[in-house]
């Protein structure tokens, strides 16, 4: 996916504790630069600052960066030659998304199909016996005192 003009990433967002593989192709890769490298950190105070040398390949520099949990992740390119693409001074900055969260966990595992399939025949089930007992507690008292059936005589006249 393209964020930005010459900067790929290889998913089509950022996920906080995921790895990413960020593709680059500008100006330090169209001037045949033979070094790149990234700078980068996380939030809006460059936490965790770091610099990695990419891989060059003929589809541009590539390396492939673990994202922790943050707000945002903030990058850089320079070369062997101390010329730098930093976004004209504002930095590449792109919003790292919360991991998403299982609704149902059991034994610390995320919940597979089969697994939710007999939670909602267990629901059924539930529903059913509180319906039964609802009834047994509600008519069983009127068959007894036989209320139940005077009720069933007097509708007939």
């Known amino acids: 996916m393209e964020l930005t003009k010459n900067i790929f990433f290889n998913t089509d967002k950022l996920v906080e504790n995921t790895k990413v593989k960020i593709s680059y192709t500008g100006n330090l890769f169209q001037n045949a630069s033979n070094d790149v490298s990234i700078h980068y950190g996380f939030g809006n105070t460059w936490e965790n600052v770091n610099d990695a040398k990419m891989e060059k390949t003929e589809l541009g520099f590539q390396i492939e960066i673990d994202l ?90």
């Open 68 to 157: 922790i949990s943050s707000d945002t992740f903030n990058f850089c390119f320079y070369n062997e030659n101390g010329e730098w693409d930093n976004n004209y001074g504002n930095n590449y900055v792109f919003p790292i998304e919360k991991k998403p969260v299982e609704l149902i966990v059991l034994d610390d595992e995320p919940v597979s199909l089969g697994n939710v399939r007999k939670l909602r025949k267990s629901y059924i089930w539930s529903k059913k016996i509180r319906l039964a007992v609802y009834k047994i507690i509600t008519y069983l008292p009127k068959l007894i005192s036989g209320n139940y059936k005077k009720k069933a005589l007097d509708t007939n006249k």
